[in-house]
């Protein structure tokens, strides 16, 4: 099974998604399971993951309805307050949904240096891992020390890194701080890379797939192939073009230099970390 590992979909508002600027129009409108699902299939992929894009318990609810309605959605990356004292009794309306695969918080529109490392959510996280939840680690690049800070009371918990933690790769800013905390990240054995996200953090209008080798080297050589999924951060991704040509950059990295863990890469890694059977 070939999986892109990481999609949204969203019913368009300013409200709910005021993070989408009015110079970003091609993301200014509804995206459903039935439009990515022939994309999907034009790139000879199979399935996907979707994550939450808004903060709200309605958003894990409807991604599991969706889920429900339509069998290429493999699992779902769902919105909990993880900090809740509650979070024991919260997590229980989800019991025995198998398509609920994990959690996500969007660290990176956290302004508060340290939230990750507040005790009630770190707590929170270990909850999750004892419940067997995996959790999408979403952060940018100057957050990683936190993270690795993080990391070290986690040790239980399944953690994926999205989009490689977001660095700046339109200027190459900060590279060699980026690499250093890459490398200590991948020491950690329960942590994965989705390859996602990229094109975003680029020149949108000017990329050249080249642009992405540096950063796919590091991450390659240190995750090494049997941790690291590919995901197309649809529809984010049309920002910098079309789905195809987003997942080109990827397919021809691996092609060229790990072809033999193709199938890992384009699918078993996220069937594995996501327990998909």
Request: net charge negative; charged share 25%; aromatic share 12%.
């Amino acid at each position: 099974m070939k999986i892109d590992s990481h999609q949204h979909f969203w019913q368009f508002t300013e409200e709910d998604y005021g993070w989408i600027g009015e110079d970003q129009s091609v993301l200014r409108r509804d995206f459903f399971p039935q439009d990515l699902k022939p994309v999907l299939a034009q790139n000879n992929l199979d399935a996907c993951i979707a994550v939450q894009a808004r903060q709200s318990d309605i958003e894990t609810q409807w991604l599991l309805e969706l889920a429900q309605q339509n069998t290429f959605i493999k699992g779902v990356v769902g919105w909990i307050d993880i900090a809740a004292d509650n979070l024991p009794e919260q997590l229980k309306q989800y019991q025995g949904n198998k398509l609920l695969k994990g959690f996500r918080h969007v660290l990176q529109d956290e302004p508060e240096a340290g939230f990750m490392l507040r005790e009630k959510f770190v707590l929170g996280l270990k909850i999750l891992a004892e419940q067997g939840y995996r959790y999408d680690l979403l952060i940018f690049a100057n957050q990683l020390p936190e993270a690795l800070q993080l990391l070290k009371q986690l040790p239980d918990l399944s953690i994926v890194l999205d989009h490689i933690a977001k660095p700046d790769i339109k200027t190459g800013h900060n590279f060699a701080d980026w690499k250093t905390n890459i490398e200590k990240l991948s020491q950690y054995a329960n942590v994965m890379c989705k390859v996602s996200g990229m094109v975003t953090e680029a020149d949108c209008q000017n990329w050249q797939a080249e642009d992405f080798y540096p950063y796919l080297d590091v991450i390659f050589s240190n995750f090494g192939a049997d941790r690291v999924m590919y995901g197309s951060d649809w529809p984010v991704c049309l920002l910098g073009g079309d789905y195809s040509q987003i997942k080109s950059i990827v397919q021809a990295y691996v092609n060229a230099n790990y072809k033999a863990d193709f199938d890992k890469i384009f699918g078993l890694n996220a069937a594995k970390f996501y327990q998909i059977d």
